[in-house]
Each structure stands twice: as structure tokens, then as C-alpha cells.
T-cell receptor, first 114, second 113 residues
């Protein structure tokens, strides 16, 4: 079955500290992979995506993610967190055909301590 | 920038009422989606549409219907609202050639009393 897991429901980091949010997926083939961010009271905004090629992808707001096929993982990282990064983060996977849906993980809530 | 607009940010309805949630996108996208978002469950797909007058059931269509009479507008209908439909509802759209890159509206938080 296709699924996405985000093992951490909630993470708290200090401003300026590094961040890594974990994402693991189960999918029949190599999927398209995404990270979205949802600020309080807002919809989801695409941070970055992986379709193929270089397994380290850069996104907006200083985020990056690394696709590791052997671990079925797509972890999100940021070297130095800002207070404005406090939000909900969703990992998602999608297929390559027109009939494949995007499957979202349950989300990780990030709090940033000043 | 792509803009997906949901007509209401907050709605309060009573059990048994018919509820319409409206979504409009301004980028001529072929695909439109309705999700509900609940804590710990992420986003679950209710219905989606690949074209005008076309609709497909998602993972949790029970208790919902949709309408897409125009390309830019996708409506979610709760025929008889129930308390277990209290949730955040998110609309999204995507272009045909990049179906998986979805653009989201700000969401409608619906409370059914």
C-alpha cells in the first residue's frame, strides 16, 4: 500500500539551530516527492520537489531535502532555523501517471524557541 | 502567482444543513482537488476533477458531492452536514502537465453544530 510516514509529530528547536524533519514512504516505484509548509491559518505552500536526477534538492526559504532510495526516505533539512519557520510541514508522494494521486503524510509541527 | 481562492475562511453550520464550499483558481488549471485536513491524519482527498463537468472520487467521498460547471470553479457540497464533517477543507489546483504540483487555497474551517 502507498503511504507516507512522518515519525515526529512535533519538534521544538532553538532559533539558529539546525533542523531535520524525517519522511519515509512506501510506494511501488520511484515516486515524485514533495515537501509542503503550512503556516498558521494558511493553505499549503510547496517548499521543494524531487522528480529525478540529483538526489539533493534545494527549495525555497533555505530548505533542502535528500532522496535516499535505499532507505525510502526524503528528509527535509535547514542549517539555521528562523522564528518564522514555525509551521506545519507535510511530506507527500505522487506517481508519474495521470491517474496517480498525491498522498500526504500526517505532518510535523515545528516550534521555534527564540 | 497562482491564486486559489476559497470563498469562506470560517463557516458555522447546523446539523442537516446543505453546505456549499466554493473554490476558484485563476491560472486556467485543468485539475482541481478537495481535501479535508484533520490533526494527525494529514490531508485526505475527497474528490478531484480533471476537466469541466468531470469528477472522480477520492479516498473519502462519502457524505460529499462536487460540481465543476466552469474550469475555474470547483464546489464541494455537503448535502446534509453532520458533526463528523467538522474539519478544515482545502482546495487545490494543478496544471495538466504538472499534475502533482498542487497550489492550495487558504482553507475553510467548517464547524457543524
Amino acid at each position: 500500500a502507498q503511504s507516507v510516514t512522518q515519525p515526529d509529530i512535533h519538534i521544538t528547536v532553538s532559533e539558529g539551530a539546525s533542523l531535520e524533519l524525517r519522511c519515509n514512504y512506501s510506494y511501488g516505484a520511484t515516486p515524485y516527492l514533495f515537501w509542503y509548509v503550512q503556516s498558521p491559518g494558511q493553505g499549503l505552500q510547496l517548499l521543494l520537489k524531487y522528480f529525478s536526477g540529483d538526489t539533493l534538492v534545494q527549495g525555497i526559504k533555505g530548505f533542502e531535502a535528500e532522496f535516499k532510495r535505499s532507505q525510502s526516505s526524503f528528509n527535509l533539512r535547514k542549517p539555521s532555523v528562523h522564528w518564522s519557520d514555525a509551521a506545519e510541514y507535510f511530506c507527500a508522494v505522487g506517481g508519474k501517471t495521470s491517474y496517480d494521486k498525491v498522498i500526504f503524510g500526517p505532518g510535523t509541527s515545528l516550534s521555534v524557541i527564540p | 502567482d497562482v491564486k486559489v481562492t476559497q470563498s469562506s475562511r470560517y463557516l458555522v453550520k447546523r446539523t442537516g444543513e446543505k453546505v456549499f464550499l466554493e473554490c476558484v483558481q485563476d491560472m486556467d488549471h485543468e485539475n482541481m482537488f478537495w481535501y479535508r485536513q484533520d490533526p494527525g491524519l494529514g490531508l485526505r482527498l475527497i474528490y478531484f476533477s480533471y476537466d469541466v463537468k468531470m469528477k472522480e472520487k477520492g479516498d473519502i467521498p462519502e457524505g460529499y458531492s462536487v460540481s465543476r460547471e466552469k474550469k475555474e470553479r470547483f464546489s464541494l457540497i455537503l448535502e446534509s452536514a453532520s458533526t463528523n464533517q467538522t474539519s478544515m477543507y482545502l482546495c487545490a489546483s494543478s496544471p495538466q502537465l504538472a499534475k502533482n504540483i498542487q497550489y492550495f487555497g487558504a482553507g475553510t474551517r467548517l464547524s457543524v453544530l
